[in-house]
């Protein structure tokens, strides 16, 4: 039987630290995220994708649309839906230059969940009150 690891294209890199996380997805092609678990949260893996410039295939689950930008970040596609997903998956292999040029919008839409950023909006927020 012939895999897609033996390809070396898919592969599990294992669990990486917290503090080392954007120097290990920087070389990665894309970030998979087809979460439907109804515990899942606001996904700081998302984040952590796009500060290393790895567009995301994210499914159209809670608040992945918050941090997944269609056509500019990454892809979304309808959760629960193989096809869908196959689809995604096949069309950035097939676009590579396309895909790989989303790295800058995923750096730049990083820039808006840093603290600085997070800081100036609550303070912004709290003045409003």
Not at 17 to 38: G, I, R
Not at 79 to 96: P, S
């Amino acid at each position: 039987m012939h895999s897609v690891e033996d390809e070396g294209c898919c592969r599990y890199g294992g669990v990486v630290s917290f503090n080392k996380t954007t120097d290990v997805l920087k070389d990665y092609y894309a970030m998979l995220f087809p979460t439907y678990y109804d515990g899942e949260g606001f996904a700081g893996t998302l984040i952590d994708s796009l500060a290393a410039g790895v567009p995301i295939i994210a499914s159209d689950w809670k608040y992945n649309p918050e941090l997944v930008k269609q056509g500019s970040t990454g892809i979304l596609f309808k959760t629960h839906d193989v096809e869908e997903l196959t689809n995604a998956l096949i069309y950035i292999y097939e676009n590579q230059r396309m895909w790989n040029g989303k790295r800058t919008n995923c750096i730049e839409e990083a820039k808006n969940f840093t603290p600085e950023v997070a800081v100036s909006q609550l303070v912004e927020t709290l003045s409003l009150s």
